[in-house]
């Protein structure tokens, strides 16, 4: 019998590989994303839109048990708290938190009915270490770790886990979108940036988004079950260090 797995934001990046890995360990799965994608079954969605993810995922559960929430739809945004505006602020903030909050609340409905189900939300190594020019990023990643505590010790006697995955530097489009920024403004050549972040990982390399999709498969699975409300580093040893 197949299992049914949502994924936020699971048409580039880690959450398409999550969506990928999911889908060939037999899992129905469903992607809410802006941008289409062919893996899945894609579900135009704004995730900042409260109504629209509501009704979405009230769709699916009308049909389908909902087994895994993997909330992972996000943007990346650098910068001091000085060089913040309030608009950057809201808006990475309705995308990486609020739509994680859209998305939790409308599923947990459904799971407190099966008295089962799994919610991984991607957070990041900045939910544990502090880095430069990530005030508002880091603010919604801490928050994540967060939700994911307080939503596992809520919800554990109806048996819905829900832990965090804290991802180090993975080399994601996200990445190099943010290295491309980076370079724009400071002049710094792309290829010299990219091999300094390799070097400040203790493994000598980036993550690959297909290794974290094998955790969070693992964190979904009954090979988990006794694992809720933890915050699964992977991030090569950095936040070791």
């Given amino acids: 019998m197949k299992k049914t797995c949502i994924v936020t934001g699971g048409s580039s990046g880690i959450g398409l ?13 469903f992607n809410l994303d802006m941008q289409p994608s062919k893996f899945g079954q894609f579900c135009s969605c704004d995730i900042t839109n409260l109504e629209q993810v509501n009704k979405i995922i009230d769709g ?28 950057e602020l809201d808006k990475i903030f309705s995308i990486n938190v609020k739509g994680a909050y859209a998305a939790m609340k409308a599923v947990i409905p459904n799971m407190k009915h099966n008295q089962s189900g799994s919610i991984i939300l991607i957070s990041s190594e900045q939910a544990l270490v502090g880095k430069p020019n990530s005030f508002a990023y880091s603010l919604t990643k801490t928050a994540l770790a967060s939700m994911a505590k307080t939503t596992a010790l809520d919800y554990a006697a109806f048996n819905i886990r829900a832990n965090a995955v804290c991802p180090g530097t993975i080399e994601t489009p996200l990445y190099h979108k943010a290295i491309g920024n980076y370079c724009e403004k400071s002049g710094a050549d792309k290829e010299e940036v990219h091999q300094e972040e ?40 950095y936040t070791t260090q």
């Fill in 198 to 237: 390799a070097k400040l990982q203790p493994l000598g390399r980036l993550g690959q988004p297909e290794e974290v999709a094998e955790l969070v498969l693992f964190l979904a699975s009954d090979k988990a079950t006794f694992i809720t409300g933890s915050l699964q580093v992977i991030d090569g040893g």
């Fill in 17 to 29: 590989s999550v969506v990928k890995l999911f889908l060939a360990n037999n899992y129905r799965v």
């Fill in 60 to 87: 699916i559960t009308q049909r389908h048990n909902v087994d895994t929430l993997v909330s992972n739809a996000g943007i990346h945004f650098s910068a001091t708290i000085e060089d913040t505006s309030e608009e």
